[in-house]
């Protein structure tokens, strides 16, 4: 009884100071960012392996979310005779809810363990130790820009997820399903706001893409050098990342939509 | 790594793929206010009860929609709702005999202004007020009434 207890309060003092550790790592990293000014071919080169990379994942699933939307909706609002409002519906979900949170937990599977994985490899093989011993900062060299590549490519990941999504409710909606296309670009229009719908969503996928490459990188940097703790750091990342969303997801929407 | 000539292409065309969607998402999905303001002049309406009605709500003439909603205010002298509507410029010869009525598009479905144009040769202008108005219907009102018409209907029995 007495272990299990003092088994907990290990646990919960553990995680206390690994929190602690990421902080001070984030704000090591942040200071070190304006090193990138001069040289913004490193974060181009994460972008392309971040961003790009993860498009193809981004664009198939935000086209079949948007399909299933629409075939899903138009069951039940055709049964009260509002299939119209389906463009609404569609547009609503993807932008405030769907559009950010389905794209960051895509990315935090897709780019989020790699990034992980590749920072925990360049460590278990000293290579993390080898640039500093040439007195080259790796968290300037390595990490800033692979966070700032995160930061960038989520809320451009996200707009295309609901751009396309809607597009895809669209060909379902009007194409296979017979709806009027004028009545679902008309009502979506009249009751999507730009700066309560559209903006909201962005700020969504800014703080998303700011926590999960932050939790990425700092899993990667902050594992144990061997095979096994690369592998469970990428694991530690996938579930971190989904959970912190989900729980940030929840206060977001509370404060803005609450 | 690849050829940076390469990569910086791709990060271009993710990058502009990226503004695109967004620009999508702000012209065909939403309605930016940017582009809403009608360029147009106001009209004050006065009704007893507006029921529904939302700013913004569009405003129509024999079906096409001539404006919006500007702004509801309560008359605090008359008890009123004070209604500003925006009439399009470009239907500047609405007679000043015109009448407003409050309907509902559908049966659930938003509550718009409709305009029936009178028979003067006098226009309305910017800041006039449309005074001949038949409110909104409230359905618990128009119970109510059928209600105590059928009762009156049973005593002539």
């Known amino acids: 009884m007495l272990g299990l207890l003092a088994r907990l ?4 003092i553990s995680s206390f100071q690994r929190l602690g550790r990421g902080t001070f790592f984030l704000a090591r990293v942040l200071t070190g960012l304006h090193s990138l000014l001069p040289r913004p071919g490193l974060v181009i080169a994460q972008v392309y392996s971040i961003g790009v990379l993860s498009l193809v994942i981004i664009v198939v699933s935000g086209i079949f979310v948007g399909a299933v939307l629409a075939l899903q909706g138009y069951n039940t609002l055709v049964n009260f005779g509002a299939e119209d409002a389906l463009g609404v519906l569609v547009a609503l979900s993807l932008l405030r809810e769907l559009g950010p949170v389905v794209t960051a937990l895509l990315f935090a599977g897709r780019a989020g363990s790699a990034l992980t994985a590749e920072i925990g490899l360049m460590k278990t093989t000293e290579q993390l130790s080898g640039m500093e011993m040439m007195a080259v900062d790796p968290l300037r060299r390595v990490i800033a820009p692979r966070l700032l590549a995160g930061f960038v490519s989520m809320p451009l990941l996200a707009a295309m997820f609901s751009f396309l999504g809607i597009m895809g409710a669209y060909v379902v909606g009007v194409g296979a399903l017979g709806l009027d296309g004028g009545a679902y670009w008309s009502q979506m229009q009249d009751a999507v706001d730009f700066r309560d719908d559209v903006m909201n969503g962005v700020i969504k996928s800014l703080v998303f893409g700011f926590v999960a490459s932050w939790i990425a990188v700092f899993e990667g940097y902050d594992c144990v050098p061997t095979s096994e703790g690369v592998s469970s750091a ?25 | 790594m690849q050829n940076g000539r390469f990569v910086e292409i791709w990060v271009g065309l993710f990058v502009a793929a990226g503004f695109a969607a967004f620009f999508g998402l702000a012209m065909q999905v939403s309605n930016i206010p940017l582009f809403q303001t009608v360029d147009g002049y106001d009209v004050h309406v006065r009704f007893d009860n507006i029921g529904g009605l939302r700013e913004r709500a569009p405003v129509t003439m024999a079906g096409v ?17 004070r209604v500003t509507i925006t009439i399009d410029r470009r239907f500047d010869r609405l007679p000043e005999d015109t009448s407003a009525s409050i309907y509902t598009s559908g049966l659930l479905g938003e509550q718009y202004i409709a305009l029936s144009p009178g028979g003067l040769d006098f226009y309305l202008r910017d800041g006039d007020e449309i005074t ?25 029995d």
Do not use: P
């Open chain 1, 9 to 12: 309060g290990a646990t919960t």
């Open chain 1, 234 to 258: 990428t694991t530690r990342t996938v579930v971190h990342t989904s959970l912190a969303v989900l729980g940030l997801d929840f206060v977001l929407t509370a404060v803005m939509f609450g």
């Open chain 2, 65 to 81: 929609r001539v404006g919006r909603v500007k702004s509801i205010g309560l008359d605090e002298n008359t008890y009123d709702a």
């Open chain 2, 132 to 156: 001949l108005t038949q409110s909104a219907l409230v359905l618990e009102r128009l119970i109510g009434r059928f209600l105590a018409s059928m009762g009156e209907g049973d005593d002539n």
